[in-house]
């Protein structure tokens, strides 16, 4: 059994260690129940819960959801409806989204699913600066798949050169290259 400020009290019977902590208008809560003897503190069990959704809370602001978000195109798509599915999957990248991009096969389209192949290739291309494609174009069904997921952004930092000038009466002055001039 451990109090408030975390110091061992030892074993004790349970209503002896109740008492106690009715006597500081405190909980009784069970550390520890399949140790032998069971283990109990002594705190305040409203504060320590508050505390710990806190932190619980915390943790969640920090973590970043990525969601799948799916594109739907056809085999036999216009090059205009190419572009715009095209840049809505280029939106949803740049959101931090995967994106799914199905073709959808009807009928007799099924027979030819290197028509659906090579939209989801054009696609791909077209993107290729941004995202790596986590699983390629495969065939499920009437429906061919393909995953894209962001590249992942390295942060470049540009280098700023200083180079240092030497004027009338011999005073050297530093001059950053990227900034703009005043003079």
């Given at each position: ?35 032998r ?5 002594i ?24 969601t ?27 959101e ?21 192949s ?11 600066e941004?995202?790596?494609v986590?699983?390629?174009?495969k065939l499920?069904g ?20 200083t ?13 950053n ?7």
């Amino acid at each position: 059994m451990t109090d408030a400020n975390g110091e061992q009290l030892g074993v004790m019977l349970t209503k002896d260690a109740l008492k106690l902590a009715e006597d500081k208008h405190l909980d009784l809560v069970e550390v520890a129940p399949k140790a032998r003897p069971p283990v109990c503190r002594i705190m305040d069990f409203g504060k320590f819960r508050y505390e710990q959704q806190k932190r619980e809370k915390e943790v969640r602001k920090k973590q970043k959801i990525i969601t799948i978000k799916e594109v739907k195109l056809r085999p036999n798509i216009e090059q205009h409806d190419f572009e715009v599915k095209l840049k809505n999957a280029q939106r949803f990248i740049e959101e931090g989204n995967k994106v799914k991009v199905t073709i959808m096969f009807r009928g007799r389209e099924l027979s030819h699913p290197e028509l659906g192949s090579e939209v989801l290739g054009k696609l791909a291309k077209a993107l290729e600066e941004i995202v790596t494609v986590e699983r390629n174009a495969k065939l499920e069904g009437k429906n061919m798949t393909m995953i894209l997921s962001p590249k992942a952004q390295k942060a470049q930092k540009s280098k700023k050169t200083t180079t240092t000038t030497t004027t009338k009466g011999g005073i050297s002055s530093a001059q950053n290259q990227n900034a703009p001039s005043g003079s």
